[in-house]
């Protein structure tokens, strides 16, 4: 006998494109701690207010001032998860007893949540930088390099080998593995990390986001305070590098000049309004310089070498921005998934999810609530079940879907090995989505 929870198999095929999440949607916070809180490690709790985010994990920690964000915008309740830090010291690659420069550290992603330190024989590197190439370059000498993701170490001065204490590096890693079995317990639409997603977090952004991409949960992306840079194009190079890296039709890249906890305030727009619900130009009480200084690199996504178009290169890594407009606004919507992709706006990515699994409970129920066998009864059930469901959300002007169609095999023509297991396979759901204009191109035409 199936599980209740098996009922409905859906296999989503993306021909243009495709859609988000549901209208109520439900939000989780992410934050890491060396030592335990009330609420425990990788123990997702409910909360009703900041106040309780403070009781259980602490008053003033990154996740209570995140959650303090989320509520101000309306949301009923979040789940609040921590992750336990672990700090592990080591000697990589034999490098004690042999003269190396490189090696991987038994553990990883190393986390972004604390400094890396490295030791070369006991000297110090300096500095140590994150990098998204795998392996890292080769630094100068007396520096370090890393990338947190795979775990690869690359020095600038090779270590004797003479037992001198070879090269010695001291990291952080999370629980991933614990809090991302707890979260999909939960199933949330809506995910933030306490983190922002410079280089040194791009092992944490990676994991949060493959699983994010399984769940169909949104996950803004927001990169380091732009105003710690001497320059913009700093900023935006380090945009373009950890958006390359981090691939995701769920990830909402977020590129500023802004202090304020951009990825709380975000997730909790999102989860007050429908699930296709487009952030594009939409104020925002976040705070930016006026003008920001990354005001002149937004471009657009046909631009490359701007924020929105991309690198020079081939467009990859494109990333919003706040920017300041009469009220902070977004300057896109674009996701993680590439100027190329059918999902290179967030809201398709959420519609289709919110379309799946508006299908899945319809048709789910139906099992539950009927019994359904193989005439023409039965397919009548369910080709109605799906109409019943997607209707509300058809043809209207502000409605999501333009047009949908429903294909339910005839009960003759179901397989035989399929009819044996129950099976009632071959359905189809078509959808056409309204989509977002964005711009508009006028020609003017002036005749004297």
């Known amino acids: 006998m199936p599980h209740p929870d098996s009922l409905v198999d859906i296999t989503v095929d993306a021909d243009i494109g495709a859609a988000p999440r549901d ?18 490690f990788n123990n997702a709790t409910r909360h009703l207010d900041a106040e309780s985010v403070a009781s259980g994990f602490g008053d003033g920690t990154a996740i209570h001032n995140q959650a303090k964000e989320v509520f101000a915008e309306g949301v009923g309740a979040l789940w609040a998860i921590v992750l336990e830090e672990t700090e592990t010291t080591e000697v990589i690659a034999d490098s004690d007893t042999n003269s190396v420069s490189s090696g991987i550290v038994s553990t990883f992603p190393i986390s972004g ?28 000498t007396d520096e370090a390099a890393y990338n947190p993701d795979t775990g690869e170490i690359e020095v600038g001065t090779s270590s004797s080998g003479g037992g001198s204490g070879g090269i010695e590096v001291t990291y952080t ?16 639409d809506l995910v933030a990390l306490t983190q922002r997603a410079g280089e040194e977090s791009i092992g944490d952004y990676d994991e949060l986001l493959t699983w994010a991409d399984g769940e169909a949960a949104a996950v803004p992306v927001v990169y380091p305070n732009g105003s710690d840079y001497s320059d913009p194009i700093t900023g935006m ?6 958006g390359s890296y981090l691939t995701s039709k769920f990830g909402l890249p977020i590129a500023s000049e802004s202090s304020d906890n951009v ?24 705070s930016v310089p006026t003008p920001t200084r990354y005001d002149r690199y937004v471009g657009s996504p046909e631009l490359q070498g701007t924020f929105e178009g991309g690198t020079a290169a081939d467009g990859a890594g494109a ?3 706040l920017l300041s407009d009469g009220g902070t606004i977004l300057s896109n919507s674009l996701s993680l998934a590439g100027l190329q992709s059918d999902y290179r706006y967030l809201d398709i990515a959420r519609l289709e999810a919110f379309v799946t699994e508006r299908i899945r409970v319809a048709v789910g129920n139906l099992f539950r609530d009927n019994d359904i066998r193989y005439n023409a009864s039965g397919r009548t059930s369910i080709q109605a ?61 002036i005749e004297v």
Not at 173 to 188: F, K, N, R
Not at 272 to 282: G, H, P, R, T
């Open 23 to 40: 209208q109520f949607s439900t939000v989780a916070l992410i934050g890491s701690a060396a030592t335990e809180p009330p609420d425990g």
């Open 113 to 140: 949540a604390s400094p890396v330190a490295i030791t070369v024989d006991g000297d110090a590197a300096d500095p140590v930088t994150a990098t998204t190439e795998s392996p890292p370059p080769s630094p100068p």
């Open 173 to 188: 890693t999370l629980s991933w593995t614990a809090a991302l079995d707890e979260l999909s317990g939960i199933s949330p």
């Open 237 to 242: 190079d380090e945009a373009h590098e950890v």
């Open 263 to 286: 990825a709380g305030r975000v997730v909790g727009r999102y989860a007050v309004e429908e699930a296709w619900y487009n952030i594009f130009l939409k104020t925002l009480p976040l």
């Open 319 to 321: 990333s919003n921005v």
């Open 385 to 445: 079940a799906i109409e019943e469901e997607l209707n509300p959300i058809t043809g209207n002007r502000n409605q999501p879907l333009r047009d949908f169609s429903i294909t339910v095999p005839a009960p003759e023509d179901i397989p035989s090995a399929d009819r044996s297991n129950r099976l009632w396979t071959g359905i189809m759901v078509e959808i056409t989505i309204s989509g977002y204009a964005h711009r508009a191109d006028v020609t003017l035409v």
